[in-house]
């Protein structure tokens, strides 16, 4: 197996497990968000962003970021609000009902994932954070 076939299939292997963790929690859960509701809850928490860097974080269109947002402002986790510099635009906000919700989400994803890595021996809990620990000083 050549370099780059090897690097996509760690990308897919990377996207399949965040997917099998996602819906793993979502069996958990009465009321589930998706996953795109639960990267715009995150992102909405952080950035306080406009509809369009909300479609352009998840490479969606504006009518479909719009339709992702209103199914999280009728359940009150976000909230719309006239931008404080030009109140033609709106930007969208986490509700304290939104916070609860992402707390609750991070804290069932990390039990998810410690159930998960519990199979992995002692050598390999090793191998896998030595690696992410290069991963991630990489891409500081």
Request: aromatic letters at 4%; one cysteine or more; charged letters at 35%.
């Amino acid at each position: 197996m050549n370099m780059e076939n090897s690097i996509d299939r760690i990308i897919r292997l990377i996207f399949e497990t965040n997917k099998l963790l996602h819906e793993q929690r979502e069996q958990k859960s009465e009321k589930a968000c998706s996953y795109l509701h639960m990267v715009t809850l995150a992102y909405v928490k952080k950035k306080k962003p406009f509809m369009r860097e909300i479609a352009g974080l998840l490479g969606i269109t504006p009518p479909s970021a719009t339709s992702l947002v209103n199914t999280i402002v009728r359940a009150r986790l976000v909230e719309r609000q006239a931008d404080e510099k030009d109140r033609r635009t709106v930007r969208i906000v986490i509700t304290k009902k939104g916070e609860e919700y992402l707390e609750i989400y991070k804290q069932n994803a990390a039990e998810t994932l410690r159930k998960n890595l519990r199979r992995l021996t002692i050598d390999e809990q090793k191998q896998l954070t030595a690696i992410l620990e290069k991963v991630t000083n990489i891409t500081r």
